[in-house]
């Protein structure tokens, strides 16, 4: 993965998601809907930049926004294919939210060994791997992305009560749909 391809997913993340948030409808009567809110230092964690250097999110956007940061310096890091496996899964956040491909998600009262302490998760399988893009709460029903991640074999959460998604709705200026 090259820098171009770093600064087009940063612009893309900046302009599609970035102080957005929308409402997620769900069938589920103790959270019937919750709100995701982005902001650009997700992408931090999201493409797992914490997994070769210890910087901040912060110093990671700027990278990202000028266009410096350069994979090809961590070829050698053990984590690297982590990275990169993540990067070349961002698409699965605009499938989710923007062409609403998915129409469920897994609430934490259905997950076990959660070491993440995801609160919601979205996954995808194709073949012999899956996508995971986890979401935290923050408060009330407020939620942050937190993880995107990609496992081999079948998706842990493939045997797990799905929530049906009833809608997603674009909140103010950052209309989608």
Same mark, same amino acid.
């Given at each position: 993965? /090259?820098?171009? %391809? !770093?600064? @087009?997913?940063?612009?893309?993340? $900046?302009? *599609?998601?970035?102080?957005?948030?929308?409402?997620?409808?769900?069938?589920?009567?103790?959270?019937?809907?919750?709100?995701?809110?982005?902001?650009?230092?997700?992408?931090?964690?999201?493409?797992?930049?914490?997994?070769?250097?210890?910087?901040?999110?912060?110093?990671?956007?700027?990278?990202?926004?000028? /266009?410096?940061? %350069? !994979?090809? @310096?961590?070829?050698?890091?053990? $984590?690297? *294919?982590?990275?990169?496996?993540?990067?070349?899964?961002?698409?699965f956040i605009?499938?989710?939210?923007?062409d609403?491909?998915y129409?469920?998600?897994?609430?934490?009262?259905?997950?076990?060994?959660n070491?993440?302490?995801?609160?919601?998760?979205?996954?995808?399988?194709?073949?012999d791997?899956?996508?995971?893009?986890?979401?935290?709460?923050?408060?009330?029903?407020?939620?942050?992305?937190?993880?995107?991640?990609?496992?081999?074999?079948?998706a842990?959460?493939?045997?797990?009560?799905?929530?049906?998604?009833n809608?997603?709705?674009?909140?103010?200026?950052?209309?989608?749909?």
């Amino acid at each position: 993965m /090259n820098n171009v %391809d !770093l600064k @087009k997913l940063y612009d893309d993340y $900046k302009n *599609n998601f970035h102080n957005n948030s929308c409402k997620v409808e769900i069938n589920y009567k103790k959270l019937s809907e919750f709100v995701v809110k982005f902001n650009i230092l997700d992408l931090h964690h999201l493409f797992g930049i914490h997994k070769l250097e210890k910087i901040s999110a912060s110093k990671t956007i700027k990278l990202l926004e000028n /266009n410096a940061l %350069d !994979l090809i @310096k961590y070829r050698n890091y053990k $984590k690297i *294919n982590e990275v990169v496996d993540r990067i070349n899964n961002y698409n699965f956040i605009s499938e989710i939210f923007i062409d609403k491909k998915y129409n469920y998600c897994v609430l934490d009262k259905d997950l076990n060994k959660n070491t993440m302490n995801l609160s919601i998760v979205f996954y995808k399988e194709d073949k012999d791997k899956y996508v995971v893009f986890g979401l935290r709460k923050i408060y009330n029903n407020v939620f942050v992305p937190t993880t995107l991640y990609e496992g081999r074999g079948t998706a842990v959460y493939k045997g797990r009560r799905q929530t049906t998604i009833n809608n997603i709705k674009w909140l103010g200026d950052g209309q989608k749909s």
